[in-house]
């Protein structure tokens, strides 16, 4: 059993920054893959980011790509999520999640935080 709390939500202009981290407690967190997702109020949840086990692997969905870095650190037991050039679209609640075995869609994940919430001003 894998328990996660997210931190680092808040307010910010577009055009800023934000670093989200992801703490995970119990055991073999450096086994899981892990993964960021987000939801807008009325819309579903969708996939934001991945990475596997090791930090090898990683995975973006296009609306992030070349602003938003996953990483991990398996010391730590945390992943992070720096969010670079943030739009309002960005605007949501953001969610980290674990799973066992390789990268996956979003109903494979087994383990959720409870989000934090991000909100870009325009």
């Known amino acids: 059993q894998v328990q996660l709390v997210e931190s680092g939500g808040g307010l910010v202009q577009a055009g800023g920054s934000l670093r989200l981290s992801c703490v995970a407690s119990g055991r073999y967190f450096s086994t899981y893959a892990m993964g960021w997702f987000r939801q807008a109020p009325g819309k579903e949840r969708e996939y934001v980011a991945a990475?596997?086990?090791?930090?090898?692997?990683?995975y973006y969905a296009d609306s992030v790509k070349g602003r938003f870095t996953i990483s991990r650190d398996n010391a730590k037991s945390t992943m992070y999520l720096q969010m670079n050039s943030l739009k309002s679209a960005d605007t949501a609640v953001y969610y980290c999640a674990a799973k066992t075995g390789p990268l996956g869609p979003i109903d494979e994940y087994d383990y959720w935080g409870q989000g934090t919430q991000v909100t870009v001003s325009s």
């Open positions: 990475i596997t086990w090791s930090g090898a692997t990683t």
